[in-house]
């Protein structure tokens, strides 16, 4: 693939999905007019405008689109350009049924909605690689056109189809994976249970069982599913840049693993020229500018550091959550600015003009059904003059100071039925450690778990693994190698069970990490929902865990720093701490949250070396870095004006709810 | 429809449903010498008799019926007779397989319960109308029918089928609605997520869909569902009307909201000769002799405020709730005699003998399994002595003394997905300001939310709007008319949002209603659950709110009465009061409950001219008035005796838990 | 059926399913090295092996078989061998894709777990037959193998299948129980809701239906579905008898209402030669070890009161229940010692070797994937030396003290829809009183509500019936025979309702049990959750009760021992005493639990003439007898060390959680 340069013609992006097919003519122009009053520079378009683009199969309606390109042209604003393949219309689902995406239980999904695709359809596969040929004949080389927007949101609403063609492209995936039955079964574990299998052809997707579906099946189901969808993807990205040279190309990710758990974007983030990501504040009880921060940190590292771009997000409430709050005044400001902080080019939203029908009327947007006399419109257009003061940014880079590990692929793993106890939850360790990390300040880079022996212990002092049920052996010997060389690493229970098969590794848990961990666990003994332990630390601290429980067995060299204190497993280590070469490997085997856990990953920042921040809770100091220069973020999300540090020792105010941007003198 | 005078020739109606079928032929001599011990009047027969009457297909069996109607006949206990299309028998299912009804997963439902019906059925309907025709032709004639009793509570337990014949109607129905696609499309809005639609074979009922489906194609599907169902039952109605001259024609509804919300009983009450009613007491945490007053009125109201018939009801526990506790002594004649005040011609009973298999074997009835030596026999012979002195009231009318605008439409419309809370419900608001006006001792007559600008002040000089998501453009003109004539209008946030297509009305919140309540809500915020906000009055006065808030901005001549006092909207305008021209017009921004709503409720009274009633909580005065006189229904829930003031000023004792019925002197 | 001698070589058993097909050869060596070590001498084989023994259609692999029986019984380790026919191989499901089962829905469920059966498939059937035939043929007089071990776990993890084939099925079914449909239209009470049939062709399975579908149907499906499976285990166990003639026969049954209540054991009893089951600890919150002393009466007494087996149960956690928590130090020891003591002869474990891979990987093992060096080996092996002490007590026999009535029949027909109360629940009314007797020390032998008028009160002086909802006209005769003749009988509420049709006894509740109850019951007034109502004894005892509250009018003769004394029912019956003969018959109107029951079963037992064991609670003294001798359990689940007093007068030691076993002196 001949990656174009990634966002060259791409400007500071301020702006949002744009669907003037939902409005008369007249009203085009006023958008533009208001656009530009808003500071809007980029806009994405077209992402659901297959059934106005071709209305009947073959008779494609371009007029209404060149038209919107051209007043949009013309005002200076630039295109990211939809291929309109996540809503086939109305007509093709009339042709082919069969393209619709059927459930585990067998229900063939109808239109209606969105996203009904049945991603193995050849028939699906031809039309969506058509428009797209037709779309980028057309608009490939129109100069408001600088990037591509494929699809919507792959794996959402759904990944998986389970119909009988998919059945057929599954084994064939599968044959490709596993060359052999043999090793299939092998994989599979299928001597459990009798499921050996003869023929290629008898193997069927994991539709509903009776009892609980082979695991593995499951799993590499999951695998399939990505892939089938990552193929669709690639087919109509070499088409774009094929016919739309210099032109990058991406889909808008969901990276946040509040947001879903879909579709892996490690493999995905290779395939794209430039990762978009759209996030939302969830409203689950959770600190929604923490998981923020854990968003735009993920989405950078799923970039590889590099620079990408916030798709969408919300100027206020939503409408798809069970209860859907409106954001404080500041609080959009300080969200989009957030995510520059963080990495993005700019800060977009869905949707530019609030719908006045269908589905998502009640979504907020940058200009409101009732017009630009209010409030949200007043901050957009703030907003608009804020980013586009800060055009200097572009191609900067923020700089995480602690890594910690992350694995689609191991969460949808861990997900799958009858683990140890219903409750863990991947996720949950993943929020929780980062959480710990935010309120130290620091800023995270995250890692996948492959490569990790290469790991400079200079660059990142901590590696933290939340959970990391499935790790294939060479896992293990990586941290180790990683925490020889000095680097300190910090672990947390159920972590290194499972090879990629969802096969045990041999021997005592946790099999791929007991080397470096210095410890065996003797047996797991998961608490039960209200049931918590104490554990006590050798230093005479004490915590509250809950969750879980283990009995470990600490080997030679590995000290146990904190035990349990009551409880079933009381007496054993809790919290060990293993030195090897230069390093340390700590294991944490309970869950703590909150102050406990803060306390537990400070005695591994101390080993590490890492010195705390000195600023309040909730104030975020996060610094891009280039040729252009130095830039300091301070989000204030108090409600009290505080003072940060700058290098030069000043101290500078940031007012209650509050961004600044501070650039180092040259 | 040549309507005939509707019920002449029904008396006073005591009884219940009886089904003979489940007994041998030597209990019917039994049941009618116990029905004239018990003062029985009326029975409904033959509701689900279709299997006993025509035990092979076009082969009927008279003779029993013959037998069991010359009995009651006999015995001067007119008859309600069913048709008995709501169960059509096994045999034509094993000839008709598509007729059983198929759910939006693509389930078809199977034989085995009662009300598998796909109303879009041919078959069904040639079946339908044609043993309704051979029962007319039998009996239309016969001097004990009195009423014909199509079907059964249509819509229950299913409304909607979501078959391939059902498809086929619904594009039919849309086709006669929208007359063009382009109309469709419009009021759809099938623009957004790019589900416009080229041809009328294009479109399927909304069936289960990946994401949230087109919300007005489910709204309109619930309204052609509806529409497919009245339709059945015009057609027997038509039928009856030809062969059985003379005799009104019912269905029974379940008019209260807790029953369900499946069809529109202000459609369906223009439909039948005689409005009748089912009603059970929901054990669901509130008030439940409330919650009767509100089906009572309701029902009246959907009867144009004439006569109606309360056809079912329970003499204790049922046995289809979760939890079926028994009714106290005197409940259940509290309840028969509660409903004949607000209208009922009389009180009837699911079902006269209980049944000893079956689904409802557990549901009680007027003749216990047991017999007639118990207390449940005792009170049913004693109501029926009670109701046989009330004869005169026969054609007497309650008059409420206050209105609510009420509406199916718009409650299905607002229960669809994606609203900015899911815990709004209008059923809990419509129940919420009815109990505070009825612990004001106001009787309730409820509207639609049609011609009201035509409602006149004097006869309701208070209307309250608990909460009409949907409104049609007119009804804001309409209400304002009616304000400033001299009305007191009460309504309640989330009322106006939307047009009958569930389109926002352009501008901002609350589109409809902007005008008459002098106001712009700027943005919606939905409170968490759990969240509360106070309210502070002007006067000082203090609420707690919880589940809503919005950010208020009165225009001017609106006074703000009441602000949030904390929470995220502190400082908006909570309550508001808006002078049009001799009228005010009152906007509660926030869901209050109790005597927190009951205190905003007074100060609408206080405008509306409307002085308290000194009566004590829980006791009910409720007037029945027309040629043959007044009649005073003093009913007392309360647990001790109480006096109620008659209009001569004498004070007359109602015992605990009574009932009294006092006549003017004329 | 010519029974074979029951299980005459088969040794004193310890061990576990053992599925050398998951592991390679070299590991069966170190599997039978490792048996010896551990003192197994039995093991299940070959439960899942079907595809591994007929790899492909009619070519079977017996080489690897015979391998590791021979070693099996070179190392004197007697096989438990499997009939695998819970797994046909995914070649079987591919030639016949019918014989999958279908759920109510419609939904017909796929390969990929375990036990997806359609028991009424023909080529299943065959199938099935075929395998089990050429087993028997190869290893029916192979010296290793003592025992057959038939499909697993009948009715786990579906019993029912909903297809056409079925259906057919059923209707053969209904036609042999109730030779007319005026017969089956009578039982099924299908004159309710307009349902009955007029040719055997119309009836179809109890399906997804609108509303509740007809009980009896339901009932009689249950019924249906347990004969389909109960038919396909005698086909394959007469092929067993013909071909290896002598070894007994046996399924692996749940019988713990706490492990489902999917088969009726009372008739599944009667067909195999010996009673083995399958017990698992379940963390619902109840007292495990009380629940497993159930499971263990209640497997001996379908066991005739005979010998049985434990075939499976878990060395410390599974995998499937939500939360897996490990057992205690010495917890596995009393948990397989207490089976032992009240039947079995031995304790076997799922399974021998813990698995990689495949759905049940987490289930703890006998031989953990950790290896031998941790404590759950220590504990296996310690056990085994224990259970080979034990040798001399096969054959002996535990008396129970006390009977209960304990109906699977009723209990389905009680946990179908619309009964009074939701949350009546038979298992729970067993368990609260089993509960209430095992805190009294006393072993119980259960019945099943036929031929109790036989029973000896002199045998068994108390007989307790916690719920018997479905009571046959007889029962009521039964009952008042054994109490005349001097018994004690306790019937809690609910119980002799209805008859084996689900249909109403005629008369007052509780039909079948007035007249033994001395009683009648005016009405059910069955509590909300959360309401609880107190009962008051004559002699100023005072108890909370819950759910349940009714009106019961005590007959002549029939003394009133407590009352309620506040709530709806207040001043009424909650707990009567009648004199019968040389008997006294009580009965409890409401749900006690705890303590609160455990006064009253007192009082039942004064009456009985029991006098109280002096032991501490949680300790357990169970005897075995027979020709070898007397074998007293001492079971002490508490964490002190207790003392016992032996038949001589002594005391003896039981350490905190520990198990002895004392031997009577000859």
């Given at each position: 693939?001949?990656?174009?340069a990634?966002?060259?013609?791409?400007?500071?992006?301020?702006?949002?999905?744009?669907?003037?097919?939902?409005?008369?003519?007249?009203?085009?122009?006023?958008?533009?007019?208001?656009?530009?009053?808003?500071?809007?520079?980029?806009?994405s378009?077209?992402?659901?405008?297959?059934?106005r683009?071709?209305p009947?199969?073959?008779?494609?309606?371009?007029?209404?689109?060149?038209?919107?390109?051209?007043?949009?042209?013309g005002?200076?604003?630039?295109?990211?350009?939809?291929?309109?393949?996540?809503?086939?219309?109305?007509?093709?689902?009339?042709a082919?049924?069969?393209?619709?995406?059927?459930?585990?239980?067998?229900?063939?999904l109808?239109?209606?909605s969105?996203?009904?695709?049945?991603?193995?359809?050849?028939?699906?596969?031809?039309?969506?690689t058509?428009?797209?040929r037709?779309?980028?004949e057309?608009?490939?080389?129109?100069?408001?056109v600088?990037?591509?927007?494929?699809?919507?949101?792959?794996g959402?609403?759904?990944?998986?189809c389970?119909?009988?063609?998919c059945?057929?492209?599954?084994?064939?995936?599968l044959?490709?994976?596993?060359?052999?039955?043999?090793?299939?079964?092998?994989?599979?574990g299928t001597?459990?249970?009798?499921?050996?299998?003869?023929?290629?052809?008898?193997?069927?997707?994991?539709?509903?069982t009776?009892?609980?579906?082979?695991?593995?099946?499951?799993?590499?189901?999951?695998?399939?599913?990505?892939?089938?969808?990552?193929?669709?993807?690639?087919?109509?990205?070499?088409?774009?840049?094929?016919?739309?040279?210099?032109?990058?190309?991406?889909t808008?990710?969901?990276?946040?693993?509040?947001?879903?758990?879909?579709?892996?974007?490690?493999?995905?983030?290779?395939?794209?020229?430039?990762?978009?990501?759209?996030?939302?504040?969830?409203?689950?009880?959770?600190?929604?500018?923490?998981?923020?921060?854990?968003?735009a940190?993920?989405?950078?590292?799923?970039?590889?550091?590099?620079?990408?771009?916030?798709?969408?997000h919300?100027?206020?409430?939503?409408n798809?959550?069970?209860?859907?709050?409106?954001?404080?005044?500041?609080?959009?400001?300080?969200?989009s600015l957030?995510?520059?902080?963080?990495?993005?080019?700019?800060?977009?939203?869905?949707?530019?003009?609030?719908?006045?029908?269908?589905?998502?009327?009640?979504?907020?947007?940058?200009?409101?059904?009732?017009?630009?006399?209010?409030?949200?419109?007043?901050?957009?257009?703030d907003?608009?003059?804020?980013?586009?003061?800060?055009?200097?940014?572009?191609?900067?880079?923020?700089?995480?100071?602690?890594?910690?590990v992350?694995?689609?692929?191991?969460?949808?793993?861990q997900?799958?039925?009858?683990?140890?106890?219903?409750?863990?939850?991947?996720?949950?360790?993943?929020?929780?450690?980062?959480?710990a990390?935010?309120?130290?300040?620091?800023?995270?880079?995250?890692?996948?778990?492959?490569?990790?022996?290469?790991?400079?212990?200079?660059?990142?002092?901590?590696?933290?693994?939340?959970?990391?049920y499935?790790?294939?052996?060479?896992?293990?010997?990586?941290?180790?190698?990683?925490?020889?060389?000095?680097?300190?690493?910090?672990?947390?229970?159920?972590?290194?069970?499972?090879?990629?098969?969802?096969?045990?590794?041999?021997?005592?848990?946790?099999?791929a990490?007991?080397?470096?961990?210095?410890?065996?666990?003797?047996?797991?003994?998961?608490?039960?929902?209200?049931?918590?332990?104490?554990?006590?630390?050798?230093?005479?601290?004490?915590?509250?865990?809950?969750?879980?429980?283990e009995v470990?067995?600490?080997?030679?060299?590995?000290?146990?720093?904190?035990?349990?204190?009551?409880?079933?497993?009381?007496?054993?280590?809790?919290?060990?701490?293993?030195?090897?070469?230069?390093?340390?490997?700590?294991?944490?085997?309970?869950?703590?949250?909150?102050?406990?856990?803060?306390?537990?990953v400070?005695?591994?920042?101390?080993?590490?070396?890492?010195?705390?921040?000195?600023?309040?809770?909730?104030?975020?100091?996060?610094?891009?870095?280039?040729?252009?220069?130095?830039?300091?973020?301070?989000?204030?999300?108090?409600?009290?004006?505080?003072?940060?540090?700058?290098?030069?020792?000043?101290?500078?105010?940031?007012?209650?709810?509050?961004?600044?941007?501070?650039?180092?003198?040259?």
């Amino acid at each position: 693939m001949p990656s174009p340069a990634p966002h060259d013609r791409l400007p500071l992006a301020f702006g949002g999905d744009y669907n003037p097919e939902q409005w008369p003519r007249e009203v085009w122009e006023e958008d533009v007019r208001l656009m530009r009053e808003a500071g809007v520079t980029a806009v994405s378009l077209g992402v659901f405008s297959w059934a106005r683009l071709e209305p009947r199969p073959g008779a494609y309606d371009w007029e209404w689109l060149d038209t919107v390109i051209g007043l949009l042209h013309g005002a200076g604003i630039a295109v990211n350009l939809g291929t309109p393949t996540v809503v086939p219309p109305a007509w093709f689902y009339r042709a082919h049924p069969d393209a619709l995406p059927v459930t585990r239980e067998g229900v063939r999904l109808a239109f209606g909605s969105r996203g009904a695709i049945c991603h193995s359809n050849p028939e699906y596969r031809a039309a969506a690689t058509t428009i797209t040929r037709a779309l980028a004949e057309r608009y490939g080389s129109h100069p408001a056109v600088v990037l591509w927007h494929v699809h919507n949101e792959y794996g959402a609403p759904v990944l998986a189809c389970y119909c009988d063609v998919c059945a057929a492209a599954f084994r064939g995936w599968l044959r490709e994976r596993y060359d052999t039955l043999d090793a299939l079964n092998h994989a599979w574990g299928t001597a459990f249970w009798g499921q050996q299998y003869g023929d290629w052809e008898e193997i069927t997707p994991p539709r509903a069982t009776p009892s609980v579906c082979n695991p593995t099946q499951q799993l590499d189901y999951h695998r399939f599913a990505d892939a089938q969808a990552r193929a669709n993807f690639v087919a109509e990205r070499d088409i774009l840049h094929r016919l739309s040279p210099g032109v990058p190309v991406t889909t808008n990710f969901m990276v946040a693993p509040s947001q879903g758990q879909t579709v892996d974007y490690w493999a995905w983030a290779k395939e794209v020229d430039l990762v978009t990501n759209d996030h939302y504040l969830m409203t689950d009880g959770r600190r929604t500018h923490v998981n923020l921060a854990l968003a735009a940190d993920l989405t950078r590292s799923v970039a590889g550091g590099g620079p990408w771009l916030l798709l969408e997000h919300a100027t206020s409430g939503v409408n798809w959550q069970p209860y859907n709050p409106a954001k404080r005044p500041g609080e959009m400001a300080r969200n989009s600015l957030g995510h520059v902080a963080r990495g993005s080019e700019g800060a977009m939203f869905f949707q530019w003009r609030q719908s006045q029908s269908g589905a998502e009327k009640f979504h907020t947007a940058m200009l409101a059904n009732s017009g630009t006399d209010n409030r949200g419109w007043r901050e957009v257009t703030d907003l608009g003059r804020r980013v586009a003061g800060l055009a200097d940014l572009r191609g900067t880079r923020t700089r995480g100071d602690v890594a910690m590990v992350w694995s689609w692929d191991s969460w949808w793993a861990q997900s799958l039925e009858w683990r140890p106890s219903q409750d863990l939850d991947a996720r949950e360790r993943l929020d929780s450690f980062y959480e710990a990390l935010y309120d130290r300040h620091l800023t995270v880079d995250f890692l996948p778990p492959t490569g990790l022996g290469d790991l400079d212990p200079e660059r990142y002092p901590l590696l933290v693994v939340p959970q990391l049920y499935s790790a294939p052996v060479g896992v293990g010997a990586d941290l180790e190698r990683y925490v020889a060389r000095g680097g300190t690493l910090l672990v947390s229970f159920f972590s290194g069970i499972v090879d990629e098969n969802d096969t045990l590794h041999p021997g005592a848990y946790p099999g791929a990490l007991r080397d470096v961990l210095g410890l065996t666990v003797e047996e797991f003994d998961p608490l039960l929902p209200g049931e918590t332990v104490s554990v006590r630390g050798a230093d005479g601290s004490s915590y509250t865990a809950d969750l879980w429980s283990e009995v470990v067995l600490p080997g030679a060299g590995c000290e146990t720093v904190a035990v349990f204190a009551d409880g079933r497993t009381a007496g054993g280590a809790a919290l060990t701490r293993h030195a090897v070469g230069s390093g340390t490997a700590w294991y944490l085997a309970t869950r703590l949250t909150g102050a406990d856990l803060a306390t537990v990953v400070d005695l591994a920042l101390a080993d590490a070396g890492i010195t705390p921040v000195d600023l309040p809770r909730d104030v975020e100091l996060v610094v891009r870095e280039g040729e252009s220069g130095t830039f300091r973020f301070a989000v204030n999300h108090t409600g009290s004006e505080v003072k940060v540090v700058l290098p030069d020792g000043s101290r500078a105010a940031v007012p209650a709810g509050g961004v600044e941007v501070f650039r180092d003198p040259r």
